[in-house]
């Protein structure tokens, strides 16, 4: 059964970076795009990019700041975001596609991030 | 390019229906069909409850129904069920690679 293995708990400082990895498996791992989703306190769901293995997109409003890449050999996508504050704390999300737009039917986790001097 | 909005909250008593909406803009819900909504039930991930407007993934009861007119997406939950007690959000493909979230509906089963 498809499965995402999302990495654990993270605490950084303002102005750090976190990686954040997504470890899948129980199906082709080329063939479906992986989703970054976040959720943050009083806030809703706001989406990061998309990657499959070879092509990215970002959201408009974390370009320059997140960048996801993937190792085909484990099958595990990862997601760097970068010049953290206060307001990056958030639980993060990856997500598979089902075959069409925007359709997650497959979810980690989630990665708690909390960003705090 | 903005989250798309949704009124904070929405009730009704078991077996009512709610409807929720999503307004986007003509680059999005507009102007392609790819609205998913997810619901969220604080301390699991999210579960998608709609594809592609109006299509629900197996499992899904058939009391969750999705519609689109114009810029405007909504999701109506006929029959509530206290177990339908949580956050909703819509999504809508934008363009370009891109995807753009809804600000999320608390649904209260009075």
């Known amino acids: 059964q498809v499965q995402l293995v999302q990495s654990g708990t993270e605490v950084k400082k303002p102005g750090a970076s976190v990686k954040i990895s997504c470890k899948t498996s129980g199906y082709t791992f080329t063939n479906n795009w992986i989703h970054w989703v976040r959720l943050a306190p009083g806030q ?11 092509d990215t997109d970002n959201a408009p409003r974390f370009r320059g700041r997140v960048t996801m890449t993937a190792d085909t050999s484990t099958s595990t996508v990862y997601m760097q975001l970068s010049s953290l504050t206060s307001e990056d704390t ?10 069409t737009y925007g359709d997650n039917e497959f979810w ?5 991030v909390t960003v705090s001097s | 390019q ?13 077996g009512q229906s709610v409807t929720i909406s999503c307004t986007g803009t003509s680059n999005d819900i507009g102007y392609y069909n790819y609205v998913c909504w997810f619901q969220h039930h604080p ?13 629900r993934p197996s499992g899904v009861p058939d009391r969750f129904s999705g519609s689109k007119s114009g810029n405007t997406a909504s999701l109506t939950v006929s029959g509530l069920q206290a177990e339908d007690e949580a956050d909703y959000y819509c999504t ?3 363009g370009r690679g891109t995807y753009v979230y809804g600000t999320g509906t ?3 089963v009075l």
């Open chain 1, 44 to 54: 809703g769901l706001q989406w990061l990019g998309q990657i499959r293995p070879s």
């Open chain 1, 90 to 99: 958030a639980l993060y999300f990856c997500a598979r596609d089902g075959g």
């Open chain 1, 108 to 112: 980690g986790q989630g990665t708690l």
């Open chain 2, 2 to 14: 903005s989250a798309l909005t949704q009124p904070p909250s929405a009730s009704g008593s078991p």
């Open chain 2, 43 to 55: 301390g699991k991930a999210p579960k998608l409850i709609i594809s592609e407007v109006t299509k």
């Open chain 2, 92 to 94: 809508s493909y934008a």
């Open chain 2, 106 to 108: 608390a649904v209260t």
